[in-house]
């Protein structure tokens, strides 16, 4: 094996200095516990699900902002008073989705959050993590006819109505079995969209302290 360059070799060690410097670089700090293991964000709304939303739904403007909890991957707790950096964003959103808006109807954005929940009990990589919605399900019913209401900010969904919807490109493609978003298409070709976890690292920079905790936004019973 050659021997590198001392040169060169010293000019790499300095980017990569650099580039340690600007991951490690505080972009926030967390005012409520951050929980991304995968048995919260896969089985119940989670703050950092939210955050995820929240930042998705900002960079978009969109009405509604969906995700998988699946997406989420550093399954670790980020105590109050956590200060943030984008080596942490990357950690917990790995993949290099794209943040992409589509239209969709009332009825398939309820089949689309039917399908989220639709494993429970069991954890599973599905359950939608929201921005904008406020869903009521009764996991003793069937899957598929599990939730009992859905609110679009302030008003109830309307199965007729298109909503404009924040969501990756991952689930847009149908994965996750998100095929009630499938026939959608994305606004900017996924090619041209940012990338979630930027969005995410964006909008953390943003607001500065992170302080959304679990508020209600999937109940169930």
Do not use: C
């Not at 930042?55 to 200060?83: C, F, L």
């Not at 989220?116 to 406020?134: D, I």
């Amino acid at each position: 094996m050659a021997t590198p360059d001392p040169e060169v070799a010293a000019i790499v060690a300095k980017f990569e200095d650099e580039l340690n410097k600007g991951l490690d670089a505080p972009i926030g700090t967390t005012a409520v516990e951050l929980d991304s293991r995968a048995a919260t964000v896969r089985t119940r709304e989670a703050a950092i699900g939210n955050l995820v939303a929240d930042a998705m739904r900002w960079s978009a403007q969109t009405e509604v902002a969906v995700t998988n909890g699946g997406g989420v991957r550093g399954d670790k707790i980020y105590p109050p008073g956590t200060t943030i950096t984008r080596r942490e964003v990357l950690a917990e959103l790995p993949f290099g989705n794209r943040l992409v808006t589509i239209d969709v109807r009332g009825s398939a954005l309820k089949a689309a959050i039917e399908n989220g929940l639709s494993q429970l009990p069991a954890p599973s990589g599905r359950f939608p993590q929201v921005a904008g919605l406020k869903i009521e399900a009764d996991l003793s019913r069937p899957a598929g006819n599990r939730v009992l209401s859905i609110m679009v900010g302030d008003t109830p969904l309307d199965a007729n109505k298109t909503y404009s919807v924040a969501t990756s490109d991952f689930m847009a493609r149908g994965g996750d079995d998100y095929v009630a978003f499938r026939d959608a298409k994305p606004v900017l070709p996924p090619a041209d969209s940012p990338t979630v976890a930027y969005e995410v690292i964006d909008y953390i920079k943003s607001i500065g302290t992170i302080r959304t905790g679990v508020d209600g936004r999937i109940v169930l019973k």
